[in-house]
């Protein structure tokens, strides 16, 4: 296998574990058109490598099988927007303001100026398109955005990477005020129901229209 097509597979393969967390070689192979024993080969090479490790699943029948998924390791390898150097720099603001109110208004102030800059993209959409837009929005932020349409008409909005994480780690304001974002920019209500800072495996918000 030529050494681009391997390693297009291999991105393929951490996105498949980042997005459905742990899975089968089975569960691997098929969305990807591959052979197990193809897929086999790349795991094994990126267990080597310290970025995947495996579990054993014992089964009330049927052989025992491996599950697999990605490493603390291979997750530097996902955007992070150099979280360090924001932590430094946020920390020192916070000791030399005397208190977290500043940093509050950062994250309102951020939040205020990315409202003005995706406006005009949200008008004259239907909730749906609005959704749509915005997990594009997210996607082109580093944040591998994800959107479906749930039974009882609302929408939900998956984030399986969180480029600013150990900023949201520390400072939940972050958290808070995308959640507000979301709302002002749908005009909907959002929920957040599972967290990446709260040790879920992806961000996601439940979102519907607004019954004001």
């Known amino acids: 296998m030529p050494q681009a097509e391997e390693g297009t597979t291999r991105r393929q393969l951490m996105h498949l574990l980042r997005t459905q967390g742990g899975s089968s070689i089975a569960e691997l192979a098929k969305p990807l058109g591959i052979t197990e024993m ?71 102030g951020r939040k205020r100026k990315l409202e003005v800059k995706y406006r005009e993209l949200m008008e004259s959409k239907e909730l749906g398109e609005k959704v749509a837009e915005l997990a594009g929005i997210q996607n082109a932020g580093g944040y591998m955005a994800e959107w479906e349409t749930a039974e009882d008409g609302s929408y939900r909005l998956h984030e399986y990477n969180c480029p600013i994480a150990q900023v949201a780690n520390r400072y939940r304001e972050a958290c808070h005020c995308e959640k507000q974002l979301f709302g002002d920019l749908l005009g909907a209500d959002v929920e957040r129901t599972e967290c990446l800072a709260d040790g879920g495996s992806r961000c996601t918000y439940k979102i519907r229209r607004s019954e004001g």
Do not use: C, W
């Open 38 to 108: 193809a897929v086999r080969r790349h795991i094994h090479t990126m267990e080597k490598d310290g970025l995947v490790t495996s579990t054993l699943l014992r089964q009330a029948m049927g052989r025992p099988s491996y599950r697999y998924k990605l490493t603390e390791r291979a997750d530097e390898l996902f955007p992070k927007n150099y979280p360090h150097l924001t932590l430094e720099l946020l920390g020192e603001l916070e000791e030399q303001a005397s208190g977290d109110s500043v940093i509050a208004q950062l994250f309102q």
